[in-house]
C-alpha cells in the first residue's frame, strides 16, 4: 500500500514538473488599448470577441513568450498605463 502511494506521488509530482514549463510559455501581448498600454495573455481576437474591447479600442504593439520580456517591451513605450505614444 505505502508503495503504491509512493509511486502515485512520483508521478503527479513528475506531471506537474514536466507540465510547468509549457504553462509558462504563453505567449504575452503589449497592446494599446483605450489610448494606454496593456499586457495580456489573450490574443486581440479573444479580447475583441469577448467584449472586453472593441476592435476600435485596441491595437498589438508587440508580442513576447515571457512576461518578463513584455513587460520590457512595454517599458520601452512607457511602461503599463503608460499613455500611448
Known amino acids: 500500500m505505502k508503495i503504491s502511494a509512493f509511486i502515485c506521488a512520483i508521478a503527479l509530482f513528475g506531471t506537474l514538473f514536466t507540465a510547468a ?11 494599446c488599448a483605450r489610448g494606454k498600454i496593456i499586457i495580456d495573455t489573450r490574443n486581440i481576437a ?32 512607457g511602461g503599463v498605463g503608460a499613455q500611448c505614444k
Not at 504553462?23 to 497592446?31: F, G, L
Not at 485596441?58 to 513584455?70: C, T
Open 46 to 77: 479573444q479580447l475583441t470577441g469577448s467584449g472586453v474591447y472593441k476592435s476600435t479600442e485596441i491595437k498589438e504593439l508587440s508580442r513576447a513568450s515571457d512576461r518578463g520580456m513584455a513587460e520590457l517591451m512595454a517599458r520601452s513605450r
Open 21 to 31: 514549463p509549457s504553462m509558462a510559455s504563453s505567449d504575452h501581448y503589449v497592446y
